[in-house]
């Protein structure tokens, strides 16, 4: 078992940025991949960054270039450094992480942290 927990959401202007935190705890060694997924009113789930063990990273093409995720394996913490940001960000964001293939690839979520971007 994985417990995640988001912070860092919260209310910024067009143009403003936040940082978004999310620890887990539990078994996390057994942890691969970590990342962050944001869901909009009427909308589905979406992708935002995912980072692998080795430090690999993903975006959506709508978050590039203003967006960072990083992971602190130390602190168990995962983070995503938003800037520049838009109304259209404005979203819950949720931590989500996949355990190694040995351990059946499963996946975990935080109970997720809300973005609103005004304009």
């Known amino acids: 078992q994985v417990q995640l927990v988001e912070s860092g959401g919260g209310l910024v202007q067009a143009g403003g940025s936040l940082r978004l935190s999310c620890v887990a705890s539990g078994s996390i060694f057994s942890i691969n991949a970590m990342g962050w997924y944001r869901q909009a009113p009427g909308k589905q789930r979406e992708l935002v960054a995912t980072?692998?063990?080795?430090?690999?990273?993903n975006y959506a093409d709508s978050v590039k270039g203003r967006f960072t995720i990083s992971r602190d394996n130390a602190k168990n913490t995962v983070y995503l450094q938003m800037n520049s940001l838009k109304p259209e960000d404005t979203a819950v964001y949720a931590c989500?992480?996949?355990?190694?293939?040995?351990?059946?690839?499963?996946?975990?979520w935080g109970q997720g942290t809300q973005v609103t971007v005004s304009s």
């Open positions: 980072i692998s063990s080795g430090g690999n990273t």
């Open positions: 989500s992480v996949t355990l190694a293939p040995t351990f059946g690839s499963r996946r975990y």
